[in-house]
Protein backbone atom coordinates (compact mmCIF):
# COMPACT_ATOMS: atom_id res chain seq x y z
CA UNK A 1 0.00 0.00 0.00
CA UNK A 2 1.38 3.43 -0.71
CA UNK A 3 2.08 5.19 2.37
CA UNK A 4 2.45 9.11 0.97
CA UNK A 5 0.50 11.36 1.85
CA UNK A 6 1.06 13.46 -1.07
CA UNK A 7 -2.99 14.68 -3.05
CA UNK A 8 -4.69 12.85 -0.30
CA UNK A 9 -8.04 13.45 0.81
CA UNK A 10 -8.85 13.43 4.44
CA UNK A 11 -11.67 13.43 6.61
CA UNK A 12 -11.13 14.34 10.21
CA UNK A 13 -13.45 14.28 12.50
CA UNK A 14 -13.26 16.83 15.42
CA UNK A 15 -11.02 18.49 13.70
CA UNK A 16 -11.55 21.98 14.99
CA UNK A 17 -8.53 22.00 17.51
CA UNK A 18 -6.90 20.25 19.56
CA UNK A 19 -5.06 16.71 18.17
CA UNK A 20 -7.13 16.57 14.90
CA UNK A 21 -6.76 20.54 14.08
CA UNK A 22 -2.95 19.70 14.76
CA UNK A 23 -3.27 16.49 12.24
CA UNK A 24 -5.46 18.65 9.58
CA UNK A 25 -2.00 21.44 9.76
CA UNK A 26 0.52 17.94 9.40
CA UNK A 27 -1.39 16.30 6.60
CA UNK A 28 -1.57 19.55 4.30
CA UNK A 29 2.07 19.93 5.23
CA UNK A 30 3.16 16.55 3.67
CA UNK A 31 1.17 17.03 0.52
CA UNK A 32 -2.38 16.29 1.50
CA UNK A 33 -4.86 17.49 -1.55
CA UNK A 34 -8.27 18.24 0.71
CA UNK A 35 -9.05 18.21 3.89
CA UNK A 36 -12.93 17.99 5.46
CA UNK A 37 -12.44 19.17 8.79
CA UNK A 38 -16.35 18.01 10.59
CA UNK A 39 -17.38 19.33 14.02
CA UNK A 40 -19.73 20.66 16.42
CA UNK A 41 -17.75 23.19 17.04
CA UNK A 42 -18.88 25.80 14.17
CA UNK A 43 -17.10 29.05 15.64
CA UNK A 44 -13.75 26.93 15.73
CA UNK A 45 -14.47 24.76 12.82
CA UNK A 46 -14.23 28.21 10.48
CA UNK A 47 -11.39 29.85 12.25
CA UNK A 48 -9.54 26.64 11.53
CA UNK A 49 -10.13 27.11 8.10
CA UNK A 50 -9.13 30.20 8.16
CA UNK A 51 -5.79 29.44 9.24
CA UNK A 52 -4.94 26.50 7.32
CA UNK A 53 -5.79 28.14 4.28
CA UNK A 54 -3.49 31.63 5.40
CA UNK A 55 -0.74 28.73 5.85
CA UNK A 56 -1.51 26.32 3.18
CA UNK A 57 -2.94 28.55 0.59
CA UNK A 58 -6.67 28.49 -0.78
CA UNK A 59 -9.44 25.66 -1.24
CA UNK A 60 -7.47 23.01 0.45
CA UNK A 61 -9.72 22.94 3.37
CA UNK A 62 -13.68 22.43 3.98
CA UNK A 63 -15.22 22.92 7.28
CA UNK A 64 -18.17 21.07 7.75
CA UNK A 65 -21.08 21.30 10.76
CA UNK A 66 -21.22 17.51 11.92
CA UNK A 67 -22.45 15.65 15.05
CA UNK A 68 -20.81 12.28 14.67
CA UNK A 69 -23.73 10.67 16.86
CA UNK A 70 -26.18 12.46 14.40
CA UNK A 71 -24.64 13.56 11.15
CA UNK A 72 -23.17 10.23 9.65
CA UNK A 73 -25.85 9.70 6.43
CA UNK A 74 -26.01 13.31 5.32
CA UNK A 75 -22.59 14.48 5.61
CA UNK A 76 -20.66 11.44 4.21
CA UNK A 77 -23.32 11.47 1.09
CA UNK A 78 -22.14 14.67 0.72
CA UNK A 79 -18.27 14.06 0.58
CA UNK A 80 -18.96 10.52 -1.04
CA UNK A 81 -20.76 12.63 -4.18
CA UNK A 82 -17.66 14.39 -5.27
CA UNK A 83 -14.82 12.78 -3.53
CA UNK A 84 -13.12 9.30 -3.14
CA UNK A 85 -11.83 9.75 0.52
CA UNK A 86 -7.79 8.35 1.05
CA UNK A 87 -7.90 8.97 4.93
CA UNK A 88 -10.16 8.92 7.83
CA UNK A 89 -9.23 10.44 11.37
CA UNK A 90 -11.44 9.45 13.24
CA UNK A 91 -11.20 11.38 15.87
CA UNK A 92 -13.37 13.23 17.66
CA UNK A 93 -14.11 12.10 21.11
CA UNK A 94 -15.19 13.58 24.63
CA UNK A 95 -13.00 12.96 28.41
CA UNK A 96 -15.83 13.02 31.01
CA UNK A 97 -16.48 9.89 33.45
CA UNK A 98 -20.15 11.40 34.52
CA UNK A 99 -21.41 11.39 30.86
CA UNK A 100 -21.68 7.51 29.82
CA UNK A 101 -23.86 7.32 27.30
CA UNK A 102 -22.48 10.42 25.71
CA UNK A 103 -18.85 9.13 26.16
CA UNK A 104 -19.81 6.01 24.72
CA UNK A 105 -22.50 7.31 21.73
CA UNK A 106 -19.46 9.41 20.48
CA UNK A 107 -16.45 7.75 21.48
CA UNK A 108 -17.55 4.22 20.51
CA UNK A 109 -20.36 4.04 18.38
CA UNK A 110 -19.25 7.50 16.53
CA UNK A 111 -15.66 5.41 16.08
CA UNK A 112 -17.65 2.50 14.96
CA UNK A 113 -20.27 4.21 12.79
CA UNK A 114 -17.57 6.15 11.03
CA UNK A 115 -15.20 3.86 10.67
CA UNK A 116 -17.69 1.05 8.83
CA UNK A 117 -18.87 3.71 6.34
CA UNK A 118 -15.85 5.09 5.58
CA UNK A 119 -14.28 1.31 5.28
CA UNK A 120 -17.57 0.73 2.40
CA UNK A 121 -16.31 3.25 0.65
CA UNK A 122 -13.03 2.76 0.39
CA UNK A 123 -13.01 -0.88 0.01
CA UNK A 124 -11.37 -2.46 -3.37
CA UNK A 125 -13.92 -5.52 -3.25
CA UNK A 126 -16.82 -3.14 -3.62
CA UNK A 127 -15.59 -0.69 -6.27
CA UNK A 128 -13.39 1.77 -4.01
CA UNK A 129 -9.26 2.93 -4.46
CA UNK A 130 -8.35 1.32 -0.90
CA UNK A 131 -7.25 4.11 2.36
CA UNK A 132 -6.30 4.50 5.67
CA UNK A 133 -8.65 4.90 8.71
CA UNK A 134 -6.80 6.02 11.60
CA UNK A 135 -8.84 5.43 15.34
CA UNK A 136 -7.64 7.66 18.07
CA UNK A 137 -7.42 5.12 21.07
CA UNK A 138 -5.27 6.01 23.45
CA UNK A 139 -2.82 4.76 26.53
CA UNK A 140 -6.04 4.26 28.39
CA UNK A 141 -6.52 1.39 24.99
CA UNK A 142 -4.60 -1.02 26.59
CA UNK A 143 -3.23 0.31 30.02
CA UNK A 144 -5.06 0.60 33.09
CA UNK A 145 -5.32 2.78 36.06
CA UNK A 146 -7.79 3.13 38.83
CA UNK A 147 -9.39 6.28 37.84
CA UNK A 148 -11.25 6.88 34.74
CA UNK A 149 -13.64 3.44 34.10
CA UNK A 150 -15.99 5.03 31.23
CA UNK A 151 -13.27 6.43 29.62
CA UNK A 152 -11.00 3.33 29.53
CA UNK A 153 -13.71 1.34 28.25
CA UNK A 154 -14.48 3.55 25.42
CA UNK A 155 -10.87 3.87 24.37
CA UNK A 156 -10.37 -0.30 24.45
CA UNK A 157 -13.54 -0.92 22.56
CA UNK A 158 -11.84 1.52 19.82
CA UNK A 159 -8.24 -0.78 19.91
CA UNK A 160 -10.85 -3.70 19.56
CA UNK A 161 -12.74 -2.20 16.58
CA UNK A 162 -9.15 -1.41 14.70
CA UNK A 163 -7.91 -4.35 15.26
CA UNK A 164 -10.77 -6.65 13.98
CA UNK A 165 -11.71 -4.75 11.35
CA UNK A 166 -8.04 -3.90 10.66
CA UNK A 167 -7.14 -7.79 10.62
CA UNK A 168 -4.73 -8.78 7.66
CA UNK A 169 -7.40 -10.76 6.50
CA UNK A 170 -10.00 -7.62 5.77
CA UNK A 171 -7.38 -6.17 4.60
CA UNK A 172 -6.11 -8.21 2.24
CA UNK A 173 -9.65 -8.17 0.56
CA UNK A 174 -10.60 -4.40 1.01
CA UNK A 175 -7.03 -2.59 0.76
CA UNK A 176 -8.45 -0.68 3.78
CA UNK A 177 -5.90 -0.13 6.30
CA UNK A 178 -7.12 0.55 9.93
CA UNK A 179 -4.51 1.50 12.72
CA UNK A 180 -4.97 3.12 15.95
CA UNK A 181 -3.24 6.12 17.74
CA UNK A 182 -2.55 5.75 21.49
CA UNK A 183 -1.64 9.03 22.83
CA UNK A 184 -0.27 9.56 26.25
CA UNK A 185 -1.64 12.89 28.16
CA UNK A 186 -1.78 15.80 25.58
CA UNK A 187 -2.16 19.45 26.85
CA UNK A 188 -6.02 20.11 24.65
CA UNK A 189 -9.10 21.43 26.09
CA UNK A 190 -10.00 17.71 26.90
CA UNK A 191 -7.59 17.11 29.31
CA UNK A 192 -7.73 20.22 30.78
CA UNK A 193 -10.39 19.26 33.64
CA UNK A 194 -11.01 15.92 33.02
CA UNK A 195 -14.18 14.87 35.18
CA UNK A 196 -14.34 11.49 36.80
CA UNK A 197 -16.96 9.09 38.60
CA UNK A 198 -17.06 10.33 42.34
CA UNK A 199 -14.64 6.93 43.42
CA UNK A 200 -13.51 9.25 46.46
CA UNK A 201 -9.96 9.08 45.15
CA UNK A 202 -9.66 12.73 43.67
CA UNK A 203 -6.80 13.87 45.63
CA UNK A 204 -4.91 10.79 44.01
CA UNK A 205 -6.08 11.36 40.32
CA UNK A 206 -4.83 14.98 41.20
CA UNK A 207 -1.60 13.49 42.11
CA UNK A 208 -1.24 11.24 39.33
CA UNK A 209 -2.39 13.85 36.31
CA UNK A 210 0.90 16.07 37.71
CA UNK A 211 2.80 13.00 37.51
CA UNK A 212 1.96 11.89 34.35
CA UNK A 213 4.29 12.57 30.77
CA UNK A 214 2.73 15.41 29.17
CA UNK A 215 3.03 16.07 25.77
CA UNK A 216 2.20 19.05 23.43
CA UNK A 217 -0.27 18.40 20.75
CA UNK A 218 2.51 18.90 17.91
CA UNK A 219 4.08 15.73 19.01
CA UNK A 220 0.62 13.75 18.44
CA UNK A 221 0.48 15.78 14.50
CA UNK A 222 4.32 14.19 14.04
CA UNK A 223 3.13 10.89 15.71
CA UNK A 224 0.02 10.48 12.97
CA UNK A 225 2.15 11.25 10.15
CA UNK A 226 4.87 8.23 11.35
CA UNK A 227 2.27 6.00 11.72
CA UNK A 228 0.08 6.53 8.50
CA UNK A 229 3.76 6.40 6.77
CA UNK A 230 4.92 3.33 8.82
CA UNK A 231 1.69 0.96 10.06
CA UNK A 232 0.41 -2.02 9.08
CA UNK A 233 -2.94 -2.73 9.13
CA UNK A 234 -4.32 -3.65 12.57
CA UNK A 235 -1.47 -2.21 14.48
CA UNK A 236 -1.75 0.33 17.28
CA UNK A 237 1.03 2.90 18.16
CA UNK A 238 1.79 4.62 21.81
CA UNK A 239 3.01 8.58 21.52
CA UNK A 240 3.70 9.65 24.70
CA UNK A 241 5.99 12.15 26.13
CA UNK A 242 7.00 13.17 22.91
CA UNK A 243 8.99 10.13 22.58
CA UNK A 244 9.00 8.73 18.80
CA UNK A 245 6.28 5.94 18.24
CA UNK A 246 6.19 2.76 19.72
CA UNK A 247 4.18 -0.05 18.39
CA UNK A 248 1.91 -1.41 21.47
CA UNK A 249 -0.92 -4.17 22.12
CA UNK A 250 0.34 -6.04 19.32
CA UNK A 251 0.09 -9.75 20.86
CA UNK A 252 -4.23 -9.22 20.90
CA UNK A 253 -4.69 -10.26 17.40
CA UNK A 254 -5.24 -14.04 16.50
CA UNK A 255 -3.44 -15.05 13.31
CA UNK A 256 -5.57 -17.34 11.53
CA UNK A 257 -2.96 -18.71 9.69
CA UNK A 258 -1.56 -19.70 12.88
CA UNK A 259 -4.58 -21.69 14.01
CA UNK A 260 -5.23 -25.35 13.72
CA UNK A 261 -8.71 -24.99 13.56
CA UNK A 262 -10.04 -26.33 10.07
CA UNK A 263 -6.91 -27.26 8.60
CA UNK A 264 -5.25 -30.58 6.59
CA UNK A 265 -1.92 -31.39 7.73
CA UNK A 266 0.45 -33.61 6.50
CA UNK A 267 2.74 -35.62 8.74
CA UNK A 268 5.68 -37.61 6.94
CA UNK A 269 6.61 -40.55 9.81
CA UNK A 270 3.51 -40.25 11.94
CA UNK A 271 2.83 -43.41 12.48
CA UNK A 272 4.48 -43.53 15.96
CA UNK A 273 7.18 -41.41 17.81
CA UNK A 274 6.98 -37.75 17.81
CA UNK A 275 4.93 -37.50 14.62
CA UNK A 276 2.30 -39.58 15.93
CA UNK A 277 1.96 -37.10 18.84
CA UNK A 278 2.48 -34.14 16.64
CA UNK A 279 -0.87 -35.70 14.66
CA UNK A 280 -2.75 -35.85 17.92
CA UNK A 281 -2.56 -32.27 19.12
CA UNK A 282 -3.20 -31.14 15.61
CA UNK A 283 -6.72 -32.87 15.90
CA UNK A 284 -7.49 -32.14 19.24
CA UNK A 285 -6.73 -28.37 18.30
CA UNK A 286 -9.52 -28.75 15.97
CA UNK A 287 -7.52 -29.89 12.38
CA UNK A 288 -10.04 -30.81 9.89
CA UNK A 289 -7.72 -33.99 8.74
CA UNK A 290 -4.72 -35.33 9.29
CA UNK A 291 -2.65 -37.27 6.69
CA UNK A 292 -0.30 -39.64 8.20
CA UNK A 293 2.37 -41.01 5.79
CA UNK A 294 4.69 -44.29 6.74
CA UNK A 295 6.69 -46.79 5.56
CA UNK A 296 5.41 -48.96 8.19
CA UNK A 297 1.41 -50.01 7.12
CA UNK A 298 0.88 -52.23 9.76
CA UNK A 299 1.40 -49.23 12.96
CA UNK A 300 0.20 -46.58 10.24
CA UNK A 301 -3.08 -48.07 9.82
CA UNK A 302 -3.33 -48.60 13.83
CA UNK A 303 -2.43 -45.13 14.24
CA UNK A 304 -4.88 -43.92 11.75
CA UNK A 305 -7.87 -45.83 13.43
CA UNK A 306 -6.54 -45.01 16.87
CA UNK A 307 -6.67 -41.16 16.27
CA UNK A 308 -10.40 -42.00 14.57
CA UNK A 309 -11.37 -43.32 17.81
CA UNK A 310 -10.21 -40.57 19.48
CA UNK A 311 -11.13 -37.53 17.74
CA UNK A 312 -13.85 -38.96 15.14
CA UNK A 313 -14.49 -40.90 12.13
CA UNK A 314 -12.52 -39.99 8.81
CA UNK A 315 -10.27 -37.55 10.85
CA UNK A 316 -7.23 -39.26 10.46
CA UNK A 317 -6.34 -41.06 7.05
CA UNK A 318 -2.97 -43.33 6.61
CA UNK A 319 -1.34 -43.45 3.27
CA UNK A 320 1.57 -46.05 2.45
CA UNK A 321 4.82 -43.52 2.12
CA UNK A 322 8.26 -44.29 1.64
CA UNK A 323 9.43 -40.21 1.59
CA UNK A 324 12.53 -41.07 -0.52
CA UNK A 325 10.75 -42.55 -3.24
CA UNK A 326 6.97 -42.01 -3.28
CA UNK A 327 7.05 -38.25 -3.16
CA UNK A 328 5.52 -37.53 -7.01
CA UNK A 329 2.49 -41.00 -6.15
CA UNK A 330 1.46 -39.56 -3.23
CA UNK A 331 1.48 -36.06 -3.28
CA UNK A 332 -0.61 -36.13 -6.78
CA UNK A 333 -3.07 -38.69 -4.42
CA UNK A 334 -3.54 -36.44 -1.86
CA UNK A 335 -3.57 -32.92 -4.01
CA UNK A 336 -6.49 -34.37 -5.79
CA UNK A 337 -8.61 -35.09 -2.36
CA UNK A 338 -7.38 -32.16 -0.20
CA UNK A 339 -6.65 -28.58 -0.04
CA UNK A 340 -3.23 -28.87 1.92
CA UNK A 341 -2.58 -26.36 4.81
CA UNK A 342 0.03 -27.88 6.66
CA UNK A 343 3.33 -30.14 6.11
CA UNK A 344 4.99 -31.80 9.04
CA UNK A 345 8.42 -33.15 7.98
CA UNK A 346 9.42 -35.49 10.28
CA UNK A 347 9.84 -38.82 8.89
CA UNK A 348 13.83 -39.47 9.73
CA UNK A 349 15.98 -42.35 10.71
CA UNK A 350 18.97 -42.60 13.00
CA UNK A 351 21.29 -45.23 12.22
CA UNK A 352 24.64 -44.82 11.16
CA UNK A 353 25.12 -48.57 10.71
CA UNK A 354 23.45 -49.51 7.95
CA UNK A 355 25.39 -47.25 5.73
CA UNK A 356 28.61 -48.57 6.44
CA UNK A 357 28.30 -52.42 6.13
CA UNK A 358 31.41 -52.75 4.37
CA UNK A 359 33.21 -52.22 8.42
N1 LIG B 1 -5.62 15.00 24.79
C1 LIG B 1 -5.22 13.80 25.20
O1 LIG B 1 -4.46 13.68 26.18
C2 LIG B 1 -5.65 12.57 24.49
C3 LIG B 1 -4.96 11.37 24.78
C4 LIG B 1 -5.35 10.20 24.16
C5 LIG B 1 -6.38 10.23 23.25
N2 LIG B 1 -7.05 11.39 22.97
C6 LIG B 1 -8.16 11.33 22.02
O2 LIG B 1 -7.88 12.18 20.92
C7 LIG B 1 -9.10 12.67 20.37
C8 LIG B 1 -9.02 14.18 20.24
O3 LIG B 1 -8.84 14.70 21.54
P1 LIG B 1 -8.31 16.17 21.82
O4 LIG B 1 -7.44 16.08 22.99
O5 LIG B 1 -7.82 16.80 20.59
O6 LIG B 1 -9.68 16.85 22.31
P2 LIG B 1 -10.26 18.30 22.07
O7 LIG B 1 -11.34 18.45 23.07
O8 LIG B 1 -9.16 19.31 22.04
O9 LIG B 1 -10.87 18.20 20.60
C9 LIG B 1 -11.94 17.35 20.33
C10 LIG B 1 -12.75 17.93 19.20
O10 LIG B 1 -13.86 17.04 18.98
C11 LIG B 1 -15.01 17.80 18.81
N3 LIG B 1 -16.19 17.01 19.14
C12 LIG B 1 -16.60 16.58 20.37
N4 LIG B 1 -17.76 15.93 20.26
C13 LIG B 1 -18.08 15.90 18.97
C14 LIG B 1 -19.16 15.35 18.23
N5 LIG B 1 -20.17 14.73 18.84
N6 LIG B 1 -19.18 15.50 16.91
C15 LIG B 1 -18.17 16.16 16.27
N7 LIG B 1 -17.14 16.71 16.91
C16 LIG B 1 -17.09 16.58 18.24
C17 LIG B 1 -14.82 19.00 19.73
O11 LIG B 1 -15.67 20.08 19.35
C18 LIG B 1 -13.36 19.30 19.51
O12 LIG B 1 -13.14 20.18 18.44
C19 LIG B 1 -10.21 12.17 21.28
O13 LIG B 1 -10.77 10.99 20.73
C20 LIG B 1 -9.47 11.83 22.56
O14 LIG B 1 -10.15 10.87 23.32
C21 LIG B 1 -6.68 12.55 23.56
Known sequence: MEKSLANKVVVITGGAEGIGYEVADRYLSKGAKLVFLLDINEKLGNEAVQKLSAKHGANKVIFMKCDVTSDLVPVSKKIFENYKVDILLNNAGILNDRLLKKTIDINV????????????????????????????????????????????????????????????????????????????????????????WD????????????????QKVESVGQAAVDIFENGDSGTAWLIEGARPIVEVANAYTHDMERDPKNKVV???????????????????????????????????AEAAQKLNVKHGEGKAVFIKCDVTKDLDKV???????????????NAGVLNEVDDFTWW
Open 109 to 196: TGVCEWGLAFWDHMRKDKGGNGGTILNLASIYGYRVDPFLPVYQASKFAVMGFTKSLGHKANYERSGVRVLAMCPGFTETKLTAAPQA
Open 266 to 300: VVTGGAGGIGYEIADKFLKYGAKTVIILDINETLG
Open 331 to 345: SDEIFQKYDVNVLVN
Open 199 to 214: MGQDKEFEQFLKAQAW
